[in-house]
């Protein structure tokens, strides 16, 4: 293909991820984002493989096992288990650029002939690459809730990360200015690079792992784009810069919706040291409820704030959500629904799965927004969330979510939490709201206790 009609394929395929990228940033534009960003691979995808350097054995190969597992995944995977697909697919594309790297190193005419620019390319991506495998992949562990990977803190541990750091560094550099010796440098640096991917994700606690998968989202974007430098693949470098640039730009978004520092994140250092209140201390006072008490309470309300979280999801509660919200607002009551930017598991769940009802999009209110209004709430329903919802956050300097901005819905007049146990959140801790004065605990399964609650108002 003439090199001045692929350029101009490529920057066609930019041009759609681009689209597709300011599409996503709304919900009633998602859908066509996606298909933008999906027209724009497929461009890219085409264009490169009629390229003539390509053994169209391994290619098709290739593509057929890429065609099975992506169909397997689309069918088999739940929506509660989006976070941990997220995490592999993050960790997929940190080791593809490290093998591409490897592979072009091992496959070139010789390293001597290689030049330091593309060396530096083949090293950074190489480094981000593993990390972001490693990395993944514990990330993938957490979200799992693999007792193995609970609680990993050691003495000095900071300190060596700092060494596979520096390590990591000086090999990445010793490969990009010493050619002859580029392949060795390389396959010391990768299984160093391994390490420190897990030991910088290890110890990071559950509530902060949303933040976690959003920055290894930058890092896979940002090895893909060392790639594309290495392949000489324009389309790949913008593509990757674009994934790279976006996620390091969400990034910092979550870490503000969880007082958290971007340094903590990138070396590793979140969580604090715990809280010291018993759960049998906190619980002693807790109110349960029925799913007939609830539809009473909420035929007098005239403001329901509904507050969703991973629990939800878990539940696939979000279709009797709705039908809930229906049925209220058909009774007069203004019904809102109260998103924290960290609830549920991976940036961005709960609205996935409350526009998968189809549940307005101007119903839902940004943690920012509702909570200067949730003292006017007559009731606050709490669908599965835990910790952010934890009073904790504002009260406790030692707790695990210390200083994170929670939606406070302990202001509203009644608060019903819909909750199969007491059982702690992500981050472990106890949770104070289920044993205040104006809250009500309904126990049981998320759906079943939303139909319940729908029936008696139906019936009432």
């Given at each position: 293909m003439n090199p001045a009609w692929t350029d101009l394929a490529y920057l066609v395929a930019a041009v759609l991820f681009i689209l597709g990228l300011k599409g996503l940033t709304h919900p009633r534009t998602a859908v066509r984002g996606n298909l933008y960003g999906a027209l724009g691979m497929l461009v890219a995808v085409i264009v490169t493989l009629i390229g003539p350097e390509f053994g169209w054995g391994l290619i098709i190969a290739g593509l057929a096992v890429g065609t099975i597992a992506?169909?397997?995944?689309?069918?088999?995977?739940?929506?509660?288990?989006?976070?941990?697909?997220?995490?592999?697919?993050?960790?997929?594309?940190?080791?593809?650029?490290?093998?591409?790297?490897?592979?072009?190193?091992?496959?070139?005419?010789?390293?001597?002939?290689?030049?330091?620019?593309?060396?530096?390319?083949?090293?950074?991506?190489?480094?981000i690459g593993t990390v972001t495998f490693s990395g993944s992949l514990i990330a993938f562990g957490k979200l799992r809730e693999l007792k193995a990977l609970k609680n990993i803190r050691f003495p000095g541990q900071q300190a060596l990360n700092a060494v596979l750091a520096i390590l990591c560094v000086g090999l990445a550099v010793w490969m990009t200015f010493d050619a002859a010796n580029s392949i060795l440098a390389y396959w010391l640096m990768v299984p160093l690079a391994l390490v420190l991917g897990v030991f910088l994700v290890v110890s990071i606690g559950g509530a902060d792992m949303p933040v976690v998968i959003a920055l290894l989202n930058s890092y896979s974007g940002l090895a893909a784009a060392m790639t594309g430098f290495v392949l000489g693949n324009n389309v790949l470098i913008t593509a990757g810069s674009l994934v790279g640039a976006s996620g390091l730009i969400l990034t910092q978004i979550m870490c503000k919706a969880m007082n958290r520092s971007l340094a903590a994140v990138l070396f590793g250092t979140l969580q604090s040291t715990g809280s010291s209140d018993s759960a049998d201390d906190i619980y002693a006072n807790v109110k349960s409820t029925s799913a007939d008490e609830v539809a009473m309470l909420l035929e007098d309300a005239q403001r329901v704030v509904i507050v969703p979280g991973y629990g939800m999801a878990v539940a696939q509660a979000q279709h009797a959500v709705r039908d809930l919200a229906t049925r209220l607002t058909a009774l007069g009551c203004e019904i809102e629904f109260g998103i924290h930017p960290v609830a549920g598991r991976m940036p961005g769940h709960m609205n996935v799965l409350l526009a998968e009802a189809d549940i307005p999009y101007e119903l839902l209110k940004e943690m920012d927004d509702i909570n200067p209004t949730m003292?006017?709430?007559?009731?606050?329903?709490?669908?599965?969330?835990?910790?952010?919802?934890?009073?904790?956050?504002?009260?406790?300097?030692?707790?695990?979510?210390?200083?994170?901005?929670?939606?406070?819905?302990?202001?509203?007049?009644?608060?019903?939490?819909?909750?199969?146990?007491?059982?702690p959140g992500f981050a472990g801790i106890p949770n104070p709201l289920f044993a205040a004065d104006n809250a009500l605990m309904l126990f049981g399964d998320g759906k079943a206790a939303i139909v319940d609650i729908t029936k008696a108002l139906e019936d009432s």
């Open positions: 992506g169909l397997v995944l689309a069918i088999k995977i739940e929506m509660t288990a989006m976070p941990e697909l997220v995490a592999l697919f993050n960790g997929f594309g940190g080791i593809a650029s490290t093998l591409v790297a490897g592979a072009f190193l091992a496959g070139s005419d010789g390293p001597s002939d290689v030049d330091t620019p593309t060396l530096a390319a083949t090293a950074l991506s190489g480094l003292d006017q709430a007559d009731v606050a329903i709490v669908l599965g969330a835990n910790d952010t919802v934890n009073p904790v956050a504002r009260t406790d300097p030692q707790s695990a979510i210390a200083g994170m901005p929670i939606i406070d819905v302990d202001k509203a007049r009644t608060v019903v939490v819909i909750k199969r146990s007491l059982s």
